[in-house]
């Protein structure tokens, strides 16, 4: 099966490595190494790395870039920097979220944008209909290997491989310069809820520069990480994932997106239709609940209020660092408070569960 699968720049290092590899997004990728629970203790109290170059790349080139990028995005790009990335959603004109991106602005007439793996081909086509009017929209992904280096060391680790001076790379912001001799985009940026860099280099050099971080990360406790522990992770952080939590059922104002779509935005696609959500409120919550009784809600599982199925579970996992079954679902508005007791039905079991604050785990400033 792996031979139709589309493989990344860095697969022959997760072979090497004896990764478990498994079909994502029609990419055969990492699941794990030495296991979910190390790489997640490893990205939370030391270093981790991981293979995103399955993540789609598409640049916006010209004089009407921004107006362009800014027109099709819910968040505000005129209000950022050049050198600044920001987390945004793209919206059709019914709201529904045809992708959850970040973008980065190296200047007014070049917008670099990280799309969803499985969303690659779907997203370069809507930006092309939307945005060719009025730029050059160019698909890049295969140009690109991207490298994700999160956790307490990260800073560390990718200092011994550059002379850029990385603490003035501050969050969500992003330079370019060498890192292990390869010209690379450095992005303080990932998904983990921890510090860290996503680093963009030419898709050749990425085993290179994966190798070089391994080497001069060792004593740092580097560890290579898959897509188990990069799910665990980010569900700590209530981050969504797209095909889960958020698609184009969706929209952004229930999905807790609301500081990334700036209804005072003159015109962006999507935003009659937002604004009609927000003034009438959303009639469910994306929120995250916390197993009272013994199971793990796994994506998919019906939650239940009395006899009435009234949501599903979008995401659900034990949390190696809480050392709790947490979830997220969408719930009724009237249900989604902090405190509501729900039921998740497990196996035809109803498992008790209540809606916490999140995200789950509280991170010190």
């Known amino acids: 099966m792996s031979d139709t699968l589309a493989k990344t720049p860095l697969h022959a290092a997760h072979v090497a490595a004896g990764a478990r590899m498994v079909p994502f997004g029609g990419w ?3 699941v794990q190494y030495k296991g979910v629970m190390a790489e997640h203790a490893a990205v939370r109290e030391a270093v981790g790395l991981f293979d995103v170059s399955h993540m789609g790349e598409v640049e916006f080139t010209g004089p009407r870039a921004l107006e ?4 099709i995005i819910t968040n505000d790009l005129t209000k950022a920097a050049d050198g600044q990335a920001i987390y945004t959603a793209m919206c059709n004109p019914e709201g529904g979220i045809i992708d959850d991106l970040v973008v980065y602005r190296f200047s007014s007439d070049r917008i670099f944008i990280c799309v969803n ?3 690659r081909k779907k997203d370069f086509e809507w930006m092309k209909a939307e945005c060719a009017s009025r730029c050059t929209v160019t698909d890049k992904s295969d140009e690109y ?5 999160q956790g307490p ?5 990718v200092q011994r491989l550059t002379k850029v001076e990385l603490p003035l790379i501050g969050t969500y912001r992003f330079g370019t310069g060498e890192v292990a001799g390869i010209d690379t985009i450095i992005s303080r940026t990932g998904y983990t809820g921890e510090d860290g860099f996503e680093l963009y280099v030419a898709s050749d050099k990425g085993m290179a520069l994966w190798a070089a971080l391994m080497e001069k990360g060792h004593d740092l406790g580097v560890q290579p990480a898959g897509l188990g522990a990069r799910d665990s992770l980010r569900l700590e952080m209530k981050y969504a994932l797209y095909g889960n939590d958020i698609d184009e059922t969706t929209n952004p104002i229930e999905a807790g997106l609301g500081w990334v779509t700036k209804l005072d935005k003159p015109e962006f696609i999507g935003k009659q239709a937002l604004a009609a959500v927000k003034q009438a409120g959303p009639k469910r919550k994306l929120i995250g609940l916390e197993m009272v009784g013994k199971g793990i809600a796994r994506h998919g599982y019906p939650v239940v209020h009395g006899a009435e199925k009234i949501g599903e579970v979008t995401s659900g996992t034990m949390s190696p660092t809480l050392n709790k079954a947490i979830a997220m679902a969408y719930l009724p508005t009237a249900v989604s408070t902090i405190g509501s007791l729900v039921h998740v039905d497990i196996r035809g079991k109803p498992i008790e569960a209540v809606v916490v604050q999140t995200p789950f785990l509280q991170k010190k400033k």
Do not use: G, K, T, Y
């Open 153 to 157: 060391r990260a800073v560390e680790l």
């Open 145 to 149: 290997a991207q490298i994700a280096v």
């Open 28 to 30: 055969d990728m990492p």
């Open 117 to 119: 793996a499985s969303n």
């Open 68 to 71: 362009a990028v800014d027109r």
